[in-house]
Structure formats: structure tokens, C-alpha cells
């Protein structure tokens, strides 16, 4: 099956910038999509197709994804982007969806 | 408002069975796919599946397959999840997701709220 892999935790200090990074096999060919969980909530889309921004997400939120790593980037980190932080993308081998661990955001 | 609700959790004993049921408001309901993803207390995002907007296609996690059946019925603009022969480590909270296609690939842009399945004796 499809392996995802992310840092358990990354800490930034506010107004720095943050990188997420996201392994898998050749993942440069696939889709990758981005959500932020707060404790207690639902998940949010913040970043879909590698770079996408949906409606009402913030510039501030960027994707790439190259090679063997897809990469989230949050700009001027604010106190409010501490979060978990999950990638996602479909594996059409086993027609299965495939979420990485999870990469728990610090704001210092 | 464009929204999911999730209900039909609650606590069963090992070996139990339930049903999950998800109604969507606000959208056009039956043009889109529906996931179920769950997510253990404490724990990462778990996919459980996926059933295409009219039921065309159905697929599985492993760890669910032969044991969960998802269905819909776009007149009442819900999603279904049977759950069978449940187990301790089918405790979660379950969401349902939207999924959104846009270049031919698919991705989760409304989510509901969650409902907490716990199996416990």
C-alpha cells in the first residue's frame, strides 16, 4: 500500500514561516491536498491539487510538490494556524485514499 | 448554509452492529461523491471509503472491508454507513466528506461534525 510521511511536529515562532513536508514514492505524479484540524473540529481543506487555494483560505497558504516530497507552506505563521496538518492523495493501485500521520503545527 | 450532519453514533458492545447516517443541506447532494473518514481518539485521519454520486463505484479500507456497507439515497440527500461485527478498534469519531472534483481528481471540501463511535463491553 501507499505510504505517506510526515514529521510528527514542526514549531515555528510567529511571523516565520513553516514547512510541511510530505513523502511518498514518486508522489510528484499524484494529487496531493492539504487540511488543518483544530482540536475538537472537523477537518478543513486548506490547500488541494498540490497548490490549489480554496475559497477563503488565506496567501498565506502554499503547496508544492516535486520528486518525492510535496510540501505545505504557511507564511507569517499567526498564533491561530497551531494545528494538526494532514496530505492526502488517492492511490489508484488499491483505490484507497491515503492520509500521512499527521504533523502537529507549534506556535512558539 | 452548505452543511453535513452526521448522527447515529453511540456506544455498542464488541461484535455489535450500527448504522451511521449523514444528511447534506445546502448542495446539490446527489452530484457528488461521499467519503467516510474516521479518526480514533488522539489518533491520525483514517479513510473508510467512498461511494461514487450515483453508486456507480464503492470502495474500502482494508480494515473495514466485509464489515462496513456504505450506500445513499440521493431523494433524502444522505449517506449511510452499516457497520457490522464491530470491534474495539472501530472506535472513532466518523465523518462524512464531500468531495469535490475539479481536473479529474477528487478531494474533500465540506466536511460534517462527527459521530463518536465507541465499542466497548
Known amino acids: 500500500s501507499y505510504v505517506l510521511t510526515q514529521p510528527p511536529s514542526v514549531s515555528v515562532a510567529p511571523g516565520q514561516t513553516a514547512r510541511i513536508t510530505c513523502g511518498g514514492n514518486n508522489i510528484g505524479s499524484k494529487s496531493v491536498h492539504w487540511y488543518q484540524q483544530k482540536p475538537g473540529q472537523a477537518p478543513l481543506l486548506v490547500v488541494y491539487d498540490n497548490s490549489d487555494r480554496p475559497s477563503g483560505i488565506p496567501e498565506r497558504f502554499s503547496g508544492s510538490n516535486s520528486a518525492n516530497t510535496a510540501t505545505l507552506t504557511i507564511s507569517r505563521v499567526e498564533a491561530g494556524d497551531e494545528a494538526d496538518y494532514y496530505c492526502q492523495v488517492w492511490d489508484s493501485s488499491t483505490v484507497h485514499e491515503v492520509f500521512g500521520i499527521g504533523t502537529k503545527v507549534t506556535v512558539l | 448554509e452548505v452543511q453535513l450532519v452526521e448522527s447515529g453514533g453511540g456506544l455498542v458492545k464488541p461484535g455489535g452492529s450500527l448504522r451511521l447516517s449523514c444528511v447534506g443541506s445546502?448542495?446539490?447532494?446527489?452530484?457528488?461523491?461521499m467519503n467516510w473518514v474516521r479518526q480514533a481518539p488522539g489518533k491520525g485521519l483514517e479513510w473508510v471509503s467512498v461511494?461514487?454520486?450515483?453508486?456507480?463505484?464503492?470502495y474500502y479500507a482494508d480494515s473495514v472491508k466485509g464489515r462496513f456497507t456504505i450506500s445513499r439515497d440521493n431523494a433524502k440527500s444522505s449517506l449511510y454507513l452499516q457497520m457490522n461485527s464491530l470491534r474495539a478498534e472501530d472506535t472513532a469519531v466518523y465523518y462524512c466528506?464531500?468531495?469535490?472534483?475539479?481536473?479529474?481528481?477528487?478531494?474533500?471540501?465540506?466536511w460534517g461534525r462527527g459521530t463518536l463511535v465507541t465499542v466497548s463491553s
Open positions: 466528506a464531500r468531495n469535490e472534483v475539479v481536473r479529474g481528481v477528487s478531494h474533500s471540501d465540506l
Open positions: 445546502g448542495f446539490s447532494f446527489g452530484s457528488y461523491s
Open positions: 461511494m461514487s454520486s450515483r453508486g456507480g463505484y464503492i
